[in-house]
């Protein structure tokens, strides 16, 4: 299959374009009466990730999105889409809203990780991502998690723990980036296109691995009939999942994540 010629690293180039759609596009691409929702109540708010409510083919559902900007303001604006603890919390505070009434909650990756800054780390940013963990892993109300770009670290899966997860076909998701890979292991970041390799983090990759269910592929496609099969592909697991009783539903998840590696 053509697909499959792009070594690992071309797939983390193309994850990194600068021109490749981050998850605002998404949103305004397949929602319909989107209202952003800000702040995590306890500090401020985070502009690396995009939080809301509206309407995917009129059923109400919850977005959390990570935004890196497209002009260099506001990429400093959102830190080139690294987001700090009140993001997390904020996407938390969401999405026990949407458990509240049952909404389908979907969340859109594309991070290289969390930012790393000291400010960040003396407001918590490790405990953020870990409640984030805790909690979704017990949320009563379908989760679909859809890697869009780098999916980069603890800081891609404080988004990541969902009931059916979907990647783009040149997105990437990995504990570490190649080149930090690459200095741990070799002392050496020119290394990083080997270390990609064994990292194992493509789309076709990790769903061998069972990580992700579904890849949406990307060749030859525009950007705009690449959002249109996402979209379909994501009604349809929000009807199935919506299907299910709570009970299930954690049931499945929890299936879901205990089988990755097995």
């Known amino acids: 299959m053509a697909a499959e010629a792009k070594t690992a690293y071309e797939r983390v180039q193309a994850a990194r374009n600068g021109k490749r759609p981050m998850g ?32 995917l083919n009129q059923i109400p559902v919850t977005v959390i999105a990570m935004e890196r900007g497209d002009t260099i303001e506001e990429r400093m604006k959102r830190n080139f889409g690294c987001p700090e603890p009140e993001g997390y919390r904020k996407a938390l505070r969401l999405m026990k809203e949407a458990e509240k009434f049952r909404r389908p909650i979907i969340c859109f990756i594309g991070s290289s990780g969390a930012y790393c800054g000291i400010e960040a780390e003396k407001r918590g940013q ?11 892993m017990g949320m009563k109300t379908p989760i679909i998690s859809v890697v869009v770009g780098e999916g980069g670290s603890g800081g891609a899966l404080a988004l990541g723990v969902c009931d059916t997860a979907i990647m ?17 292991l070799w002392k050496d970041a020119s290394k990083a296109p080997d270390a990609a390799e064994h990292l194992r983090l493509t789309s076709f990759d990790l769903l ?11 060749e030859g496609k525009t950007n705009r009939e690449i959002c249109s ?9 929000i009807r199935k999942l919506s299907a299910m009783s709570p009970e299930e539903l954690l049931d499945h998840r929890y299936a879901k994540f205990r089988k990755i590696g097995a």
């Open 24 to 55: 605002s596009y998404y949103i305004e691409h397949m929602l319909d009466d989107f209202v952003e929702l800000h702040g995590d109540r306890r500090f401020g708010d985070d502009a690396a990730i995009v939080a809301g409510i509206g309407y």
């Open 126 to 136: 490790g405990l953020a991502i870990a409640e984030n963990l805790y909690e979704m």
């Open 168 to 184: 783009l076909e040149n997105a990437v998701y990995s504990v570490i980036s190649p080149e930090g890979c690459a200095s741990i």
């Open 208 to 218: 061998s691995f069972d990580v992700v269910e579904k890849v949406i592929p990307e």
């Open 229 to 237: 099969a996402l979209k379909s592909v994501l009604l349809d697991e």
